[in-house]
C-alpha cells in the first residue's frame, strides 16, 4: 500500500512544483509524484498540483475538487477592473476577427495566449472544436505585473513576474496588493475561495489581467508556504468543498451537487 498521500505531483516537475513539495514536506506532509497519469489502485490522494492536462485524468479517480473562475470571469467583471473590452465567445466567431486582439483559453491552454494579429491565426477548426470557448481582449502593454494567491478573501501572498512582458521577478507591491483586496471587497462572490488572480499597472491604472487555478500556476517568488496554503484549498477532498465553492468547481465528476 502507498498510503496516504497529502500532496500530488505529475510527472515533470516545474521550478513552482519543487518549491510546493519543499514546502510540503517542510509541513511534514506526505508527497507523491507519479511517472505518469495512471493512478495505482491502492493511491489515496488529497490533493495535488500539476497542468489541466494531468488533473483532469487524476482528480476524478482520486475525488479530488479542482477549483476555478467561470470561463466568463474576466468578461464580466465591471471596466473598472479590466481597463479594456473583453469578451468570451465560441472559437468560431473569433476567427471573424479582423483586428489584432489578445486571445486565450479561460481556464487552460488550448488556446496559446498571445497577441492574434487576427482570427485568421487562431488554430483552425481541424485542430480545435467550433465550441471551444475563448477570451478576446483588447491589447494592453502593462509596465508591470503581479500574481496574487487569493484566500477566503484576502491577499494571502502573491510577486511581481514581469515589467513591459518581460520576465522579472520581484516581491509583491503593496499597490498590487491593495487593488487585490479592492477587488475581492467588491468582487469576492465572483471567485472561489482559493484562486490566483494576476493584476498589473498599464496607463497608470490597475487593471485585472485574468485569473488562474492555484492548482496549475506557477508561483514565481511568492511565500512557498502561504501559496501551498492556497493549492492545498484549490485542489481538495470533494467530501470538503465549501458550499460557496460548488459551482466553481472545474468538472461535476464524483463530486457533490452543489
Known amino acids: 500500500?502507498?498510503?496516504?498521500?497529502?500532496?500530488?505531483?505529475?510527472?515533470?516537475?516545474?521550478?513552482?512544483?519543487?518549491?510546493?513539495?519543499?514546502?510540503?514536506?517542510?509541513?511534514g506532509l506526505p508527497t507523491v509524484q507519479l511517472p505518469t497519469s495512471a493512478v495505482p489502485a491502492d493511491l489515496h490522494a488529497e490533493h495535488l498540483h500539476s497542468g489541466p492536462g494531468f488533473a483532469d485524468i487524476v482528480a476524478p479517480a482520486l475525488n479530488i475538487a479542482l477549483?476555478?473562475?467561470?470561463e466568463d470571469w474576466l468578461a464580466r467583471l465591471p471596466r473598472q477592473y479590466t481597463g479594456r473590452e473583453i469578451t468570451v465567445a465560441p472559437?468560431?466567431?473569433?476567427?471573424?476577427?479582423?483586428?489584432?486582439?489578445f486571445i486565450k483559453s479561460p481556464n487552460d491552454k488550448q488556446i496559446p495566449a498571445l497577441i492574434y494579429t487576427d482570427g485568421s491565426r487562431l488554430p483552425g477548426p481541424d485542430s480545435v472544436d467550433p465550441h471551444t470557448p475563448v477570451l478576446i481582449s483588447d491589447v494592453v502593454e502593462f509596465?508591470?505585473?503581479y500574481r496574487l494567491y487569493l484566500l477566503n478573501g484576502t491577499v494571502h501572498t502573491g510577486s511581481q513576474y514581469a515589467q513591459h512582458g518581460r520576465l522579472c521577478?520581484?516581491?509583491?507591491?503593496?499597490?498590487?496588493a491593495a487593488f487585490g483586496a479592492e477587488l475581492l471587497a467588491e468582487c469576492r462572490d465572483t471567485l472561489p475561495s482559493a484562486i490566483v488572480v494576476d493584476v498589473g499597472m498599464a496607463d497608470g491604472r490597475w487593471s485585472v489581467i485574468e485569473a488562474n487555478a492555484a492548482w496549475a500556476s506557477g508561483m514565481y517568488t511568492a511565500d512557498p508556504q502561504r501559496a501551498l496554503d492556497v493549492v492545498l484549498q484549490a485542489a481538495g477532498p470533494a467530501e470538503a468543498v465549501r458550499p460557496g465553492d460548488h459551482r466553481f468547481l472545474r468538472m461535476p465528476g464524483p463530486f457533490p451537487d452543489a
Open 91 to 101: 472559437i468560431r466567431e473569433a476567427y471573424r476577427l479582423r483586428r489584432p486582439a
Open 1 to 27: 500500500m502507498l498510503g496516504a498521500v497529502t500532496l500530488l505531483l505529475p510527472p515533470r516537475l516545474t521550478a513552482s512544483a519543487q518549491a510546493l513539495r519543499d514546502a510540503a514536506r517542510r509541513r
Open 169 to 176: 521577478l520581484g516581491p509583491l507591491g503593496k499597490d498590487a
Open 143 to 145: 509596465a508591470t505585473e
Open 67 to 70: 477549483l476555478q473562475a467561470p
